[in-house]
Nanobody, 127 residues
Framework: QVQLVESGGGLVQAGGSLRLSCAAS????????MGWFRQAPGKEREFVAV????????YVANSVKGRFTISKDNARNTVYLQMNSLKPEDTAVYYC????????????????????WGQGTQVTVSS
């Protein structure tokens, strides 16, 4: 059984930083791409970042480019999202997910490409 558990969310002031973690179990972690999505109240879940199975390729949404960085540690079965220069509009519940699709990661921006999801962690950025 695949399980994804996010942690690291919280309340931070604008301009601050947070690092989210997603610990995975139940699957050969390094065979799957991993993505981060977020969902603000009343809005659809949106793509944030994705990393390839090897960790050698990453792709981030334009809205967070230059501020957020995705990385993974296959030995620890964990993927990270380093978030710097946070803005109030970054406030959302952040979810990690795994994708079994063997495609270039720039295609992995749709929730339909992912099969397992974590429960989410709340990030709140105050102005």
């Amino acid at each position: 059984q695949v399980q994804l558990v996010e942690s690291g969310g919280g309340l931070v002031q604008a301009g601050g930083s947070l690092r989210l973690s997603c610990a995975a179990s139940g699957r050969t972690f390094n065979n799957y791409a991993m993505g981060w999505f977020r969902q603000a109240p009343g809005k659809e879940r949106e793509f944030v970042a994705v990393i390839s199975w090897s960790g050698g390729s990453t792709y981030v949404a334009n809205s967070v480019k230059g501020r957020f960085t995705i990385s993974k540690d296959n030995a620890r079965n964990t993927v990270y999202l380093q978030m710097n220069s946070l803005k109030p509009e970054d406030t959302a519940v952040y979810y990690c997910a795994t994708s079994p699709r063997k495609v270039t990661i720039v295609v992995l921006t749709s929730t339909a490409m992912y099969d397992y999801w974590g429960q989410g962690t709340q990030v709140t950025v105050s102005s």
